[in-house]
């Protein structure tokens, strides 16, 4: 199965600041068929990137994604309050589906 | 919109079995499977398995095979995921979320998901 590893655990950063996560593949993600989810606590995770760059319904356009094969980052533009979450990504090109371990962004 | 709708929390002796529901609504039932994943108390996000709405194939994850059935109920709407041998570290929040496959891909990745189903396994 594909390992992904995200970096960094834990990210801190001000409002109105830049945040770029991480994603690493233990092998090629064919068709960079990635995605992110961000998680709040108590809460569910919600889809957030598809496709690696694709966007999903409601997900405004500060929040990107990028990157193919093994390498995958996800950009938060303009931070705000409401960013601080975890976040995964997940590779769904093999099975099983495989989630990274998460990185925690704060917002100080 | 879409909704999928988990039945309540759950405390479990060990050895005991749970049966976990998602019922769905807001879009044609038939057109996407559930999966459900699970998440340890302050760990991350596992899939445990998959289930057609349409024609009830299962997929599950090498993990949990023998001790996991999902299982769908169309006139219902609802899926359903029953684990056996409840053992400690199956303590964890249980979510369905509905999985979204595209051509050539192997898995899923899901566009929504449930509220979550706390399950805790206590002696």
């Known amino acids: 199965e594909i390992l992904l590893t995200q970096s960094p655990v834990t990210l801190s950063l001000s409002p109105g600041d830049r945040a770029t996560l991480s994603c690493r593949a233990s092998q090629s993600v064919t068709s960079n068929y990635l995605a992110w989810y961000r998680q709040k606590p108590g809460q569910a995770p919600r889809l957030l990137i598809y496709g690696a760059s694709s966007r999903a319904t409601g997900i405004p356009d500060r929040i990107s994604g990028g990157g193919s094969g093994t390498d995958f980052t996800l950009t938060i533009s303009r931070l705000e309050p409401e960013d601080s979450a975890v976040y995964y990504c997940q590779q769904y090109s093999n099975s099983p589906g495989t989630f990274g371990q998460g990185t925690k962004l704060e917002i100080k | 919109q879409v909704q999928l709708v988990q039945s309540g929390a759950e405390v479990k002796k060990p050895g005991a079995s749970v049966k976990v529901s998602c019922q769905a609504s807001g879009y044609p039932f038939g057109t996407y499977g559930i999966n459900w994943v699970r998440q340890a108390p302050g760990q991350g996000l596992e899939w445990m398995g998959w289930?057609?709405?349409?024609?009830?194939?299962?997929q599950y994850a090498q993990k949990v095979q023998g001790r996991v059935t999902m299982t769908t109920d169309t006139s219902t709407t609802t899926a359903y995921m029953e684990l056996r041998s409840l053992r400690s570290d199956d303590t964890a929040v249980y979510y369905c979320?509905?999985?979204?496959?595209?051509?050539?891909?192997?898995?899923?990745?899901?566009?929504?998901w449930g509220q979550g189903t706390l399950v805790t396994v206590s002696s």
């Open positions: 979320a509905r999985g979204v496959i595209v051509p050539s891909a192997r898995a899923y990745y899901f566009d929504y």
């Open positions: 289930v057609s709405t349409y024609n009830g194939q299962t």
